[in-house]
């Protein structure tokens, strides 16, 4: 972080972690009761999309922090109910493609269903700004 005059920070080549820093998931609502689990990259798109859908019960948000190694993807698998839909809510563009491809084999061992939605946007973020601009 940089101090400006005003006294503010200003951050510098930030991309939502700290160099060297792990991975973690990050989620809203009761993932264990949850009849429907909405995988997103970030914790804004995961904010995003549970806005846009109007918080609905039962479903709970997860973010893989922009990333989905072994051990968070071995965590997100124990949490995950076996009577849950995992929906694969990832970003437009490889990465998102990668991870969707990924959660759908996750969901086809331990879940009850599976199923993907796809922003319009570049991700729910994006889109979410669209509608309120």
Not at 40 to 69: C, K, N, R
């Amino acid at each position: 972080m940089t101090p400006r005059p005003d006294g503010k920070c200003a951050a510098r080549n930030t991309k939502g972690s700290r160099r060297g820093g792990d991975k973690a998931l990050f989620w809203i609502g009761q993932i264990r009761a949850a009849r429907r689990v909405a995988v997103t990259e970030s914790a804004i798109d995961a904010l995003s999309l549970a806005t846009i859908e109007q918080w609905p019960e039962g479903t709970a948000y997860v973010s893989t922090g922009g990333g989905f190694g072994p051990p968070t993807a071995e965590t997100f698998s124990r949490l995950l109910p076996s009577s849950c839909r995992l929906v694969a809510a990832t970003d437009r563009g490889q990465g998102g493609d990668i991870l969707a491809e990924r959660l759908r084999e996750m969901a086809a061992g331990s879940c009850a269903g599976f199923g993907r939605v796809r922003s319009s946007a570049k991700d729910w973020n994006d889109e979410l700004r669209g509608r309120i601009e």
